[in-house]
């Protein structure tokens, strides 16, 4: 961990953000939170699965949340699958996620194409007088 805290510790000084993956669940408890300092916490799908019908798992997803606010962290829930539980999760205080729900995994030349896609919506139109 000592050598972890030191690598991302040099990584963020230089301008990278740090994320934690599979939060909560295996080696990513709390404290690895509060040791590793991230600027992105991901609530492992574990959690997610079950957000709504496991009381725990709200549970657990709300201190997470709680917890990253409280650090300045981006909160992202992994494998989001279906509506009810981007919901909950939405109730809970997740503003990002990734999953299923959002989109399957696509090969590159699909995922370029999607931010190619995605850039010319977001573009306001030269014309717009409202832009001028």
């Known amino acids: 961990m000592k050598q972890a805290v030191a690598v ?3 990584a963020s000084k230089r301008g990278y953000r740090i994320s934690l993956d599979d939060t909560s669940a295996g080696h990513n ?3 690895h939170i509060q040791d590793l300092n991230p600027d992105i916490i991901k609530i492992d799908k574990k959690f997610v699965d079950v ?3 496991v009381e725990a798992a709200d549970a ?3 201190v997470v949340v ?3 606010q409280r650090m300045g962290a981006v909160i992202v829930a992994e494998g989001i699958e279906t509506e009810d539980q981007r919901a909950t999760l939405a109730i809970a205080g997740v503003t990002q996620g990734q999953g299923y729900l959002i989109s399957r995994p696509v090969p590159l030349g699909g995922f370029h194409t999607m931010i190619r896609d995605h850039e010319l919506v977001a573009q306001p139109a030269a014309s717009d007088p409202q832009m001028a």
Request: hydrophobic share 35%; proline share 7%.
């Open 8 to 10: 991302t510790g040099e």
């Open 51 to 53: 957000a709504g019908p």
């Open 29 to 31: 408890g709390l404290g």
């Open 60 to 62: 657990i997803i709300e």
């Open 66 to 68: 709680k917890l990253g």
